[in-house]
T-cell receptor
Framework: GDSVTQMEGPVTLSEEAFLTINCTYT??????LFWYVQYPGEGLQLLLK???ADDKGSNKGFEATYRKETTSFHLEKGSVQVSDSAVYFC?????????WGAGTKLIIKP | GAVVSQHPSWVICKSGTSVKIECRSL??????MFWYRQFPKQSLMLMAT?????????EQGVEKDKFLINHASLTLSTLTVTSAHPEDSSFYIC????????????????FGPGTRLTVL
């Protein structure tokens, strides 16, 4: 069945470092891909998404490109801030349901 | 827009009691709501999908009689954990989906902040 695999955390970086969180998927058909973020004490928020191959989603300095050839949707940010500390989830859509990765906790130190 | 609330945000109960968790869409009507369970350091597990006015569809392995879901209105769904036991302790999250979204957003869901349940 469809599944999402993302890198285990926690990922600890210093402020202004470059961030990559890997996400790969297996799916039949052509799913949409999402990154959600969960800040401490808050609900899940949609960070960005891509609906077809080669689409690039971007928001708040984060980017991810839908790579069909490598079945990947890696999350990147050029310069992280302390406020980016959160748990990041990669997900794909299957009809109206979402299939989730395990989440990656990101810790940014000043 | 698209705000979803959950109540309570945390609850502690004794083993054997029942606990009700509410999920409300505050500024839109949600024809479909989803209930998830999140274990520590693990992903979200979809428990059930509820459509307003009809019975919920439970995922394989989720006990219908233990996790009662009611979606009586377009803005409210409830999850009742019956005869709770310590193994039911978890973080429960709901999400809601409006009946129509612009093209390209049809599969978006809007999430509540979650409810932390601890069963002693």
């Amino acid at each position: 069945g469809d599944s999402v695999t993302q890198m285990e955390g926690p990922v600890t970086l210093s402020e202004e470092a470059f961030l990559t969180i890997n996400c790969t998927y297996t799916a039949t058909g052509y799913p949409s891909l999402f990154w959600y973020v969960q800040y401490p004490g808050e609900g899940l928020q949609l960070l960005l998404k891509a609906t077809k191959a080669d689409d690039k989603g971007s928001n708040k300095g984060f980017e991810a490109t839908y790579r069909k050839e490598t079945t990947s949707f890696h999350l990147e940010k050029g310069s992280v801030q302390v406020s980016d500390s959160a748990v990041y989830f990669c997900a794909l859509s299957f009809r109206y349901q979402l299939i989730w990765g395990a989440g990656t906790k990101l810790i940014i130190k000043p | 827009g698209a705000v979803v609330s959950q109540h309570p945000s945390w609850v502690i109960c004794k083993s054997g009691t029942s606990v009700k968790i509410e999920c409300r869409s505050l500024d839109f009507q949600a024809t479909t709501m989803f209930w998830y369970r999140q274990f520590p350091k693990q992903s979200l597990m979809l428990m059930a999908t509820s459509n307003e006015g009809s019975k919920a569809t439970y995922e394989q392995g989720v006990e219908k009689d233990k996790f009662l879901i009611n979606h009586a209105s377009l803005t409210l769904s409830t999850l009742t954990v019956t005869s709770a036991h310590p193994e039911d302790s978890s973080f429960y999250i709901c999400s809601a989906r409006p009946p129509s979204l612009p093209s390209g957003r049809y599969n978006e869901q809007f999430f509540g902040p979650g409810t932390r349940l601890t069963v002693l």
